[in-house]
């Protein structure tokens, strides 16, 4: 019996999926994509300071170890030999930088972190006209600001006819991506710097720390990264795919440090025995697949086609449409980034990113903060009660809006209240919320490349609300699809691990990734009403817009004028009281 199981499972492949607050080892059967069995271990964040984010390397490490002797010992109780696993792939959180010593292994700082949970500081990119915007790219609203002062120093000595930084990299300057994070590192770290100086210093996010680390380490790890987390690096220049020696010069990075640059599907090196594994689970086992988190949900939602995009909704959403082999520069505030790179000698695809700043993170506004729910799960409940918003909307620009607007003065607001209004139709208008916050990127994008979207497809946590599917194919209006293996991102490191040239268990030819089940939302509404909510939606917007609103020194302070009535009341009656004291001789 168990023999006849082994037989029909055929070749199994892992993923190592590392996120901002857990990491996960799944293993997927290479000829159905059915998930076999997986294992999860939460990890820590830190926050020694306000606005610091930061994370133990050798504590993801460890998780790593952990979730894979777990899934293999899950893997046993099912009777399923983990022999059969031939390829493990790398998913992982972008831009989170790491440093740490080749000859001990010990990483010299904490990882600097990429962003993490909502929070009140909006993510900041300094353009190099000097305006602040937030982000673009960004997940949440919520990351390590440490490095805003170097971004700033940094703006101010690019040209403002010649942003080479953006057409190398097609990247805002920001505290979000990993040069102004290791900048900082190597410029208040004495650790870092005595370790450059001395040539034991290796930088890399965390797929580089992690891969060095499971072929090795100190004793022959492969240092390398693959193009997708190294386009989010700001070092990287995406039309030559090399590390770019004019941006390192800009940054002050040297380039020894930096690791080698593959494709996202190529043998990288063996797994090695560990001590955190007991008998060397996986031992000699290929890891062969590497792809930056959206990249993989993009991989693993199997969008090959220009104009195909995914959506995943968590915090916040991230938007992704490969563009194909054409690098498309954004005029509306979103990223140009390498989607991936399927094989050493396969082309590289490009695609467009962006994002919705508040997407779960209003759910978890309307149960923290106004307490009209008691779990996540609630707000479905609550929104098929009424089946419309009656009217109301919800602008949850609670740190400003991101693209396309780039308005860090808007707030919050809930508008189109009526005596009628109640906490049912406040829960419709937050869920329609975030669907209008996709259309408008989604239109930003049609814009850009010119590629009009036939459907989108859609992964993440919240795509398990019904109503929030439906409503999304309705204000879109085209099909959103949502594939039945929720596990997108794990299985886009899967498949690129087990299509590598030396491994080839896994095709990903089109006529065998068709088997994929998908549930299907189609529009239910007419077009015209479709537009009717999403206009209504962008008058709400623009009466969020300049609630916060600055004074720039050239334009003088506002308050000294209204205080001028008062000052002159003030002075006249001092002049009165000397003058009556003078006048009646009092000393």
């Keep these: 019996m168990a023999a006849a199981k082994k037989a029909v499972l055929g070749p199994l492949v892992g993923a190592v999926d590392q996120g901002t607050s857990s990491t996960r080892f799944l293993v997927f059967n290479s000829k159905t994509a059915e998930l076999l069995s997986h294992h999860q271990v939460e990890i820590k964040q830190e926050f020694p300071r306000e606005g610091w984010v930061e994370q133990d390397p050798k504590e993801i490490l460890q998780s790593v170890y952990e979730c894979i002797e777990k899934t293999c010992e899950k893997l046993g109780q099912l009777n399923i030999d983990i022999s059969n696993i031939k390829a493990i792939g790398v998913s992982n959180q972008r831009e989170t930088t790491v440093v740490w010593d080749k000859l001990t292994g010990e990483p010299l700082y904490n990882a600097v972190a990429a962003p993490v ?11 190099p006209s000097g305006s602040s915007v937030p982000a673009a790219g960004t997940s949440s609203v919520w990351l390590d600001l440490r490095t805003q002062s170097t971004v700033e120093n940094l703006s101010k000595r690019i040209p403002g006819n010649n942003n080479f930084v953006k057409s190398k990299t097609g990247l805002p300057l920001s505290t979000y991506f990993s040069a102004v994070k290791l900048r900082w590192l190597l410029d208040n770290v004495k650790k870092v710097q005595k370790a450059v100086e001395e040539n034991r210093a290796l930088f890399g996010t965390i797929d580089s720390w992690l891969i060095w680390s499971l072929t090795g380490g100190i004793n022959g790890g492969v240092h390398c990264t693959d193009v997708t987390n190294a386009s989010r690096t700001m070092l990287f220049n995406i039309h030559s795919l090399e590390w770019d020696k004019e941006l390192c010069e800009f940054f002050g990075i040297p380039m020894e440090i930096l ?9 990288y090196g063996l797994m090695k025995i560990s001590h955190s594994l007991k008998a060397g ?3 000699g086992v290929p890891i062969s697949g590497c792809l930056g988190d959206q990249s993989a949900a993009l991989v693993g939602q199997m969008c090959f086609q220009d104009g195909q995009a995914k959506n995943t909704y968590g915090t916040g959403c991230f938007l992704l449409c490969n563009t194909g082999h054409k690098c498309v520069f954004s005029e509306h505030g979103l990223l ?3 989607a991936y790179k399927l094989g050493r000698d396969k082309p590289v695809y490009y695609a467009l990113e962006g994002s919705v700043a508040i997407a779960g993170a209003v759910i978890r506004w309307l149960r923290d903060n106004l307490g009209i729910i008691k779990s996540s ?6 929104a098929k009660e009424v089946g419309t918003s009656y009217g109301c909307y919800f602008v949850p620009a609670f740190s400003g809006l991101y693209a396309p607007y780039w308005e860090p003065s808007a707030r919050g607001i809930i508008c189109g209240l009526t005596q009628f209004t109640n906490k049912c139709h406040i829960a419709f208008a937050a869920l329609e919320a975030v669907c209008f916050q996709t259309r408008e990127i989604l239109d930003a994008m049609n814009r850009d490349c010119g590629i009009p979207l036939s459907h989108l497809q859609v992964d993440g946590g919240m795509t398990s609300n019904k109503i929030l599917m439906q409503l999304q194919a309705d204000i879109l209006y085209i099909p959103v699809v949502k594939p039945s ?3 997108t991102t794990a299985l886009g490191a899967a498949m690129a691990a087990g299509a590598a040239e030396g491994v080839g268990v896994w095709s990903l030819e089109p006529e065998d990734l068709s088997a994929v089940t998908m549930e299907r939302f189609e529009p239910q509404i007419n077009a015209e009403e479709s537009e009717i909510r999403y206009s209504t939606w962008k008058k709400a917007v623009m009466k969020s817009i300049g609630w916060v609103t600055t004074q720039s020194p050239e334009s003088g302070d506002p308050s000294i004028f209204c205080s001028l009535p008062l000052g002159f009341f003030i002075v006249s009656s001092m002049v009165m009281l000397i003058g009556a004291r003078y006048i009646s001789g009092i000393p």
Aim: aromatic share 0%; glycine share 2%; net charge negative.
């Design 117 to 127: 949970s909502p929070g009140s500081s909006v993510p900041v990119a300094v353009v």
């Design 485 to 487: 293996m929720p596990e």
């Design 377 to 382: 799960e609630e707000i479905e409940k609550l």
């Design 281 to 283: 689970a996986l031992e």
């Design 259 to 267: 690791p080698n640059v593959r494709s996202s599907s190529e043998i």
């Design 336 to 338: 140009t980034t390498v």
